[in-house]
């Protein structure tokens, strides 16, 4: 049975970072691309990064140059690292990947 965890969430102020993880089990991520999504109360999900199965990297407008995603495949884990923190960021994370979601972590920015 595949499952993704996410982890790393929290409360930070605007202009401070967080590194969120997606930890996979039942399935190795090192053949798949894996992304992450965001959900803001009131909103609906929205993507907000992808790594290739090879590495390559793309991110919505919104992050871009802020958020960075690596993945970890000895460790069949996937990062995002946010940096530069906006309260317009706080919303559950997603991480997605074969097919199947992760439960989400709460990501709160204040002002």
């Known amino acids: 049975q595949v499952q993704l965890v996410e982890s790393g969430g929290g409360l930070v102020q605007a202009g401070g970072s967080l590194r969120l993880s997606c930890t996979a089990s039942?399935?190795?991520?090192?053949?798949?691309?894996v992304n992450w999504y965001r959900q803001a109360p009131g909103k609906e999900r929205e993507w907000v990064a992808t790594?290739?199965?090879?590495?390559?990297?793309n991110y919505a407008d919104s992050v871009k140059g802020r958020f960075a995603i690596s993945r970890a495949d000895a460790k069949n884990t996937v990062y995002l690292q946010m940096n530069s923190l906006k309260p317009e960021d706080t919303a559950v994370y997603y991480c997605?990947?074969?097919?199947?979601w992760g439960q989400g972590t709460q990501v709160t920015v204040s002002s």
């Open positions: 790594v290739s199965s090879v590495g390559s990297t």
């Open positions: 997605a990947a074969f097919g199947a």
């Open positions: 039942g399935r190795t991520f090192s053949r798949y691309a």
